[in-house]
């Protein structure tokens, strides 16, 4: 069993910065990759990120690509999601997620850090 919390949402001005911080406990281990998702009103979920818990390999989103930078802290468990240029397309909720490397599904989420861009 993993539990996730996310924290570290906001309202931000256009061109702003955010860090989500997402707290992981339970099991995670080297097997263990770890997701940032999001979610707007009336849209589907969409893939941000994502890192492999062990050697940091790094994926993102064409669309935060450049501007998002996703990092872990092995010793405290816990995930970032660093944002910087945001923009009003950014706004949603943001959900962290954990897989592992035998399985595509995301077994274990967050509660979900409401992001606000305002233009």
């Known amino acids: 069993q993993v539990q996730l919390v996310e924290s570290g949402g906001g309202l931000v001005q256009t061109g702003g910065s955010l860090r989500l911080s997402c707290a992981a406990s339970?099991?995670?281990?080297?097997?263990?990759?770890m997701g940032w998702f999001r979610q707007a009103p009336g849209k589907e979920r969409e893939f941000v990120a994502r890192?492999?818990?062990?050697?940091?390999?790094?994926y993102y989103a064409d669309s935060v690509k450049g501007r998002f930078t996703i990092s872990r802290d092995n010793a405290k468990n816990t995930v970032f999601l660093q944002m910087n240029s945001l923009k009003p397309e950014d706004t949603a909720v943001y959900y962290c997620?954990?897989?592992?490397?035998?399985?595509?599904?995301?077994?274990?989420w967050g509660q979900g850090t409401q992001v606000t861009v305002s233009s």
């Open positions: 339970g099991r995670t281990d080297s097997s263990s990759i």
């Open positions: 890192i492999f818990w062990s050697g940091g390999l790094t």
């Open positions: 997620a954990q897989r592992t490397i035998y399985s595509n599904e995301y077994k274990y």
